[in-house]
């Protein structure tokens, strides 16, 4: 069964200042421990992100996300540092969409990063402070942080999202599949853009390059300037970033063609204007690709090739659903099995039954909350539309039965 619900999202999207003092990596890069053609590294897929385990300052291993759209590596679990041994060099100030929520975070350097058969020493990596976001929540498993550029420069990276599995290469001396597209990308500030061609539809259509970002969990995200592309949409939670939650529209265009391929009636998502804003100042953000399309495809992402590679997997004719029931769960807690509401689309399924943010789920379609994992209920609630969902709430002490059918917005 597919795992990857479009249920949570999250929408990384940090710009970092440019004012630490010092800090900076010397002859830092990953590398192969012995010549070997590729390594194979197992990963898991949720929520259209891969995570992948590694080894930090030989401890681990600890899960990360791998993200096209970061620079440094990041660590979001600030109270394994000292366990880590990090060497805290500077600070370093961090800001988000919204304008708003500037943190400090700490800056560590000559950090050693290793995975299976490769090793990269030397690196910086930036610690987030405790409580600005946590990856575990959304993926009911201990996820410690995202790692991007500073790996993927290095070695063209092949995605199974299908059969849950990261090849490595150490030369680019892949085998690319007669099915298989080759994109051409741009990189810009160690990001890659793709040139891209949304169809509204009215018909109206928009090229444009889109970040190519293995860390949204989206399928399309676009500038609201662009929200008469799609007919019509629904309010929605887009996902969650140093500024705290994301909100904006989503709605479908007709087609998005990227190179020789293309996905048919996407979803897309459109922020809300206040979030691609810095205190006044409008950020030139177009959009992006995210993992909702990417996860379409097997993927080898190739920056010294400077091209990515796509052939369509058992995924690609799938179609795009919303949230059929509205929610967005979390998982808290020890063992990750105190499951809450985190948000309630209005108008949605679940929002017409009365469930409101901040109500935790005690039981779901008559199993304890205790025989449940965070997978367990993203299964539940994106099953099938017209399925009934049947749950028991604890809100302020009182508990309270909420059933409803599963159905599409959009």
């Known amino acids: 069964m597919r795992t990857d619900k479009l249920i949570v999202c999250f929408l990384i999207l940090l710009f970092i200042s440019l004012i630490p003092s010092g800090g900076r990596a010397g002859d830092s890069a990953f590398r192969f421990n012995r010549d070997r053609r590729f390594v194979s590294i197992p990963i898991q897929v949720r929520n259209n992100l891969a995570v992948m385990p590694l080894y930090i300052n030989d401890r681990g291993p600890f899960y990360f996300i791998l993200d096209s759209g970061v620079n440094t590596t990041i660590l979001t679990e600030p109270m394994i540092a000292h366990l880590l041994r990090l060497e805290i060099h500077d600070n370093i100030l961090i800001y988000g969409l919204g304008g708003e929520g500037i943190v400090e975070a700490a800056l560590a350097s000559n950090v050693k990063i290793s995975m299976r058969g490769i090793t990269g020493e030397n690196l910086n990596m930036i610690v987030i402070p405790e409580d600005i976001l946590s990856f575990s929540e959304v993926f009911g498993f201990p996820v410690y942080g995202i790692i991007g550029y500073d790996f993927l420069k290095n070695f063209p990276v092949e995605i199974s999202y299908a059969n849950q599995s990261l090849r490595v290469y150490q030369e680019p001396n892949y085998r690319i599949d007669r099915r298989s597209k080759v994109i051409p990308i741009q990189l810009v500030n160690g ?3 793709l040139e891209s061609t949304i169809v509204g539809t009215n018909g109206d259509s928009l090229t444009t390059y889109l970040l190519f970002d293995l860390g949204a969990s989206h399928p399309l995200y676009l500038n609201k300037e662009y929200l008469t592309l799609s007919d019509r949409t629904i309010s929605g939670f887009l996902g969650k970033g140093i500024s705290g939650n994301l909100l904006g529209r989503i709605g479908r265009v007709n087609k998005l063609i990227i190179g020789d391929t293309y996905v048919k009636e ?28 990417i996860n379409r495809y097997d993927v080898i992402l190739d920056y010294s090739s400077e091209h990515v590679v796509l052939r369509r997997s058992q995924y690609y004719s799938e179609p795009f659903r919303t949230s059929l029931s509205g929610l967005e769960v979390v998982a808290r807690g020890p063992n990750m099995r105190k499951f809450m509401v985190h948000y309630v689309r209005p108008g949605s399924a679940s929002y017409e039954a009365g469930i409101l943010s901040g109500d935790q789920i005690v039981a779901l379609n008559m199993k304890s909350h205790h025989q449940l994992t965070l997978e367990d209920i993203l299964d539940a609630l994106s099953a099938r539309e017209g399925r009934h969902v049947s749950m028991i709430l604890i809100r302020d002490q009182e508990i309270l039965r909420k059933r ?4 599409e917005d959009l």
């Open 404 to 407: 409803f059918r599963l159905r």
């Open 266 to 293: 996407p979803l897309v998502s459109y922020p809300d204007s206040e979030f691609l804003e810095f205190y006044g100042q409008a950020i030139n953000w177009e959009g992006i690709i995210g993992g909702g399309i």
């Open 191 to 193: 990001k890659p853009y």
